[in-house]
């Protein structure tokens, strides 16, 4: 049945956090008594893993040192060798495994070194664990290393090894850990975890962040990931598999993001948290004690998102248990199979949302706010009890909107995939070292450009290789064709850099006969001009020359600014072209500036100075738009075509980053003129983005780290959304522009003053943030809205610390702050647009509640609601927007699937 009312309340056996923290500290394998033991079971296959042929020459094969991969010769002194080579290079590089089973007894050591890589064959590649038994044993100790790959290794633990791959990063000799990938790998048999990031008790240093997770299997041990350190934040894991496990992901400090992916049988629970913002999208779980569980009671930063999952069979009282004050929201899910009344404690009435919290005192009353949609539930459950005295749960219903949740997903779906599609499988390689190009070059654009032809008249998956080094370039290379790759060493490893400008002359004058220069501080001096030069003579700027102490003589005003550096053509240019993959490169234009670092257009025709053309061809416009305003109907999202989506231009970037001296501002990828069935997937990129008039293409981010994005020009059938977003700063993180949309699902900023700026006609912007902001001393967030006629949808934000303020300056739209909790009271200046914060709470460290009682009201059905000054809109008129909102939201999803599982569409 649809999802029922709350009622009741059942008291249930708690298993303490200081017991918790303790089972942790020590890495004890184990369960909850009440749980189930891993019941072992038969799991996908690993993919085979191929590479091109004949592999990189500077790849390091570990067979070269003398591995043998037999299973049954100790390789470690071989690895280690291997290892060691590469810790001790100036720059990282390839370590290759090729197909069998390498047995270590030692710990090996790796980093700290930036933008390498560790490649096996995926089944055909493993890492075996024969040395000692004990918790505390590790097989790699990752020192820090920062935008490496990490694919196709099998690490099985033997049962013996406590951890398979541990991410100690930062301290004294260390690097900081971020921006790295695992895909295709399997982590097996483990006491403690598969992988595991900071040593416990973690000090707060050691930590490893933003690491994304493709297709990796977890099995067998304690634990498949362990997020032990303060600041592991942003783990994103894809096409997952979790299985007999006590925990599926162990989440004692940061926060996670898991989509599209399946847990069974957790002895404890699938996904654990304390104090963070954890979101599950399109998930299922089968067999497990519990789904969700708080580690202990929290009061920060502590929100859940569930969208989209499936549990099937949970055996404890409650499908989901947390301690964290929220806001929460629960959608389209469907649990089925509870365990039978008498189980594991449990009672007639199952329970899917069970709110439990521990900091109550002096009698103090707290609410809990939980979000639901078109949840599918048993006849006799209860869909939300909260279990401790005093607390009192507020739930707000969204009504279903015109996009339905996903059919495709139901209990029996796997999203691994054990196979590799063929048209993703590398091919023929074309090393541009064969075709003369070299890091010592001035200019090596006609021999990668040799290459890159030679590889599109091959196609079926020819790589184009650069080894490391900075590959300088004196004009843009053209990436055009079907089917190949653009593949360096490792992010910034290989950079592909555009040639540095000569230095400009510098300019002079004379003064009564003698030559004077400017200096460099811009002042003009020259001993040899100065007895010359008097006062009265009038300097070059027009001043006039004064007399200084010593030899020189300087001059009143400063020069006229230098004219403007001329813009710089980009580095790459992709047109034309369908199935290219661009890999494990930097891309840099010498100039901190607007100018974009990588152009993307339909066709290839060069403009003046022979720069990409723009195709001026109007998009079309969407149809079914609504106009903006006391209606509240917007447009609503274009929704996915499979069949269409990438028919035209197909371009993926993975683990690519456009740098010009500032990580958020400088030189993006330029999307310009794209038309209907164009495609761009960031699977994983560092940069901005910017999308010009191409209102009926599709692009999609999985992972996409700094830099604004910006959306300009007339909306069309076409779509835009972000997966994972990560900024930092203080500047626009968005800039949308015109009837654009634009949706990100889990969005995570570092730093306050986030400014989102959309301007002017009915753009739809849907964000479902993870933080706001840090640190107490920072400047208070910011969303301003300049002309807006749109709506603006924030749910999940936590405004940490500070103020969060709201400007919205002309138009007539709406400004929707759904589910999300201040730290302080919110600041709000709005005119014309109409600003509503909804099913949020006001509380900070160690307290939760709603709005402040000064300010907040409680309408006729009970639901208290936050109703600040300006904010002049009914609970009811809120949640259809709300209900807008979440089609964007779904809809997404369904292009995540078509692209990333297009099996189970």
Not at 142 to 149: A, D, E, F, Q, V
Not at 160 to 173: E, I, Q
Not at 435 to 442: D, I, L, P, S, V
Not at 845 to 867: K, Y
């Amino acid at each position: 049945m649809a999802q029922s009312p709350v009622r009741g309340s059942v008291a249930l056996s708690v298993l303490g956090a200081a017991l918790m923290m303790l089972a942790m500290a020590t890495m004890v394998q184990g369960s909850e008594t009440t749980g189930n033991d891993a019941t072992g079971g038969t799991y996908p296959a690993v993919p085979t893993v191929g590479y091109p042929a004949p592999i990189p020459r500077d790849w390091l094969n570990v067979q070269s040192f003398g591995a043998k991969g037999d299973g049954k010769t100790d390789d470690t002194t071989a690895l280690a060798a291997v290892f060691a080579m590469v810790n001790a290079s100036s720059h990282a590089a390839t370590i290759y495994m090729p197909p069998g089973t390498y047995k270590i007894t030692r710990t090996l050591e790796l980093g700290p070194r930036q933008g390498g890589a560790l490649l096996g064959h995926g089944a055909a590649t493993t890492l075996l664990w024969g040395g000692a038994t004990g918790n505390g044993t590790v097989m790699v100790l990752s020192l820090g290393t920062p935008r490496w790959r990490f694919a196709g290794i099998v690490w099985d633990g033997a049962g013996k090894a406590g951890v398979g791959l541990d991410h100690n990063s930062t301290g004294k000799g260390k690097l900081y850990g971020t921006f790295i990938k695992h895909e295709n790998e399997a982590f097996q048999n483990f006491k403690v975890a598969g992988l595991r990031t900071g040593i416990p008790p973690s000090p707060a240093g050691d930590q490893t962040a933003e690491v994304q997770y493709t297709n990796v299997q977890f099995t067998g041990s304690w634990a498949g990931v362990a997020l032990m350190a303060a600041n592991d934040y942003d783990h994103v894991f894809d096409g997952c598999l979790f299985a007999d496990l006590s925990y599926g992901i162990y989440c004692f400090h940061g926060n996670y993001h898991v989509r599209n992916s399946r847990f069974e049988r957790s002895a404890v629970a699938d996904l654990t948290g304390i104090g963070h913002i954890y979101s599950a999208r399109r998930v299922v779980s089968v067999g497990s004690y519990r789904f969700w569980d708080s580690l202990q009671a929290s009061s920060y930063l502590c929100h859940v998102k569930l969208q989209d999952v499936r549990v099937e069979g949970w055996t404890a009282s409650s499908a989901i248990r947390t301690a964290c004050p929220g806001p929460a929201l629960l959608t389209d899910s469907t649990f089925t199979a509870p365990a039978p009344s008498g189980v594991n404690g449990t009672t007639a009435a199952p329970v899917i949302w069970e709110q439990q919290w521990t900091d109550v005192t002096n009698g103090s009353v707290s609410v809990h706010v939980v979000s639901t949609s078109n949840n599918v539930i048993p006849g006799d459950a209860l869909l939300l009890n909260s279990s401790a005295p005093g607390q009192y749960i507020a739930n707000y219903t969204i009504p279903l909107g015109k996009v339905p949740p996903t059919a495709a997903i139901t209990a029996a779906t796997s999203f691994f995939r054990s196979t590799i599609a063929p048209a993703a499988r590398p091919g023929k390689l074309f090393d541009v070292a064969d075709y003369g190009a070299n890091a010592t070059n001035k200019d090596n654009l006609a021999f990668i450009q040799a290459a890159v032809n030679a590889a599109a008249k091959a196609g079926h998956g020819a790589v184009v290789y650069l080894s490391p080094g900075r590959y300088y370039i004196n004009g843009t290379l053209q990436l055009t064709g079907t089917s190949y790759s653009l593949q360096g060493a490792g992010l910034t490893s290989t950079t592909l850099m555009m040639s540095p400008l000569p230095p400009p002359p510098p300019s002079s004058w004379t003064c009564a006969g003698h030559k004077c220069v400017p200096s460099h501080a811009g002042k003009y001096k020259d001993p040899t001009c100065s007895s010359a030069c008097k006062t009265s003579d009038t300097a070059p700027n027009g001043g006039l020359w004064r007399s200084a102490q010593g030899t020189a003589a300087v001059v009143d005003r400063p020069p006229p600014p230098a004219p403007p550096t001329p813009p710089r053509p980009p580095v790459l240019h992709i047109c034309a072209a369908k199935g290219i993959r661009v890999a494990d490169l930097t891309f840099e234009i010498g100039t901190k500036s607007a100018d974009p670092s990588v152009v993307i257009t339909p066709t290839c025709a060069r403009g003046r100075g022979g720069a990409p053309a723009v195709d001026a061809r109007p998009t079309v416009p969407a149809t079914g738009a609504s106009p903006p305003g006391p209606g509240k109907a917007y447009a609503p999202p274009n929704r996915v075509n499979p069949k269409a989506l990438g028919t035209g231009l197909s371009v993926t970037f993975d683990h690519t980053f456009t740098y010009g001296g500032d990580y958020n501002f400088a030189n993006p990828v330029l999307m310009q003129g794209l038309r209907k069935g164009d495609l761009v997937y960031f699977e994983m990129h560092m940069g901005p983005i910017n999308i010009t008039d191409s209102g009926d293409a599709v692009v999609l981010t999985g992972f996409h780290y700094g830099g604004p994005t910006t959306i300009t020009g007339p909306r069309g059938t076409g779509f835009v959304g972000e997966l994972f977003r990560l900024t930092a700063g203080s500047y626009a993180q968005a800039n949308i522009e015109g009837n654009n949309a634009y949706v990100a699902a889990d969005w995570y900023h570092e730093g306050c003053a986030f400014t989102l700026v959309p301007v002017v006609d009915s753009a739809v912007v849907i964000a479902s943030m993870t933080k706001v902001c840090t640190p107490y001393t920072s400047p208070m967030p910011e969303l301003t809205s300049t002309d807006f006629d749109g709506l603006l949808f924030f749910e999940s934000a936590n405004a940490a610390y500070n103020a969060f303020n709201v400007t919205g300056k002309g138009g007539s739209g709406d400004i929707v702050l759904f589910g999300t909790s201040f730290f302080v009271d919110p600041m709000f200046d709005v005119s014309g647009a109409r600003l509503t914060a909804v099913a949020s709470t006001r509380g900070g460290l160690g307290s939760a509640g709603m709005c402040p009682p000064s300010n907040a009201t409680v309408p006729n059905d009970g639901l208290p609601q936050c109703i600040y000054p300006d904010v002049q809109t009914s609970l009811e008129n809120s949640m259809d927007l709300v209900r807008q909102a979440h089609d964007y939201i779904r809809a997404l999803g369904e292009y995540d699937l078509a692209l990333s599982h297009p099996s189970i569409v």
